[in-house]
Nanobody
Framework: QLQFVESGGGLVHPGGSLRLSCAASTFTLEYYQIGWFRQAPGKEREGVSCIGDDADNTHYADSVKGRFTISRDNAKNTVYLQMNNLKPEDTAIYFC???????????????WGQGTQVTVSS
């Protein structure tokens, strides 16, 4: 099964940084396209950033362009999301999953994990 463990969240002040990690628990990530998603209370889950099996194929939601960077380390079987200049509106639970297409994080089809909480507040 396609299962993931997210980590790296926490409480930060506006303008701070976090690096989220997505580790595959049951398979090798190397040949899969991976997306980061987030969900805030009362909001629909939305795609944040996705990366193709080709690491040069990256995509970002307009709200995070220029602030977030997605990358992958196949040797560690991990995908990262570097989050800089965080804003209160970034507060959400962040999940990762396997997607059919990296463009717009289309059609996640793996199992959803518990996610990692990111809170941006003064």
């Amino acid at each position: 099964q396609l299962q993931f463990v997210e980590s790296g969240g926490g409480l930060v002040h506006p303008g701070g940084s976090l690096r989220l990690s997505c580790a595959a628990s049951t398979f090798t990530l190397e040949y899969y396209q991976i997306g980061w998603f987030r969900q805030a209370p009362g909001k629909e889950r939305e795609g944040v950033s996705c990366i193709g099996d080709d690491a040069d194929n990256t995509h970002y939601a307009d709200s995070v362009k220029g602030r977030f960077t997605i990358s992958r380390d196949n040797a560690k079987n991990t995908v990262y999301l570097q989050m800089n200049n965080l804003k209160p509106e970034d507060t959400a639970i962040y999940f990762c999953n396997t997607v059919s297409t990296a463009v717009h994080c289309g059609n996640p089809f793996g199992s959803w994990g518990q996610g990692t909480q990111v809170t941006v507040s003064s």
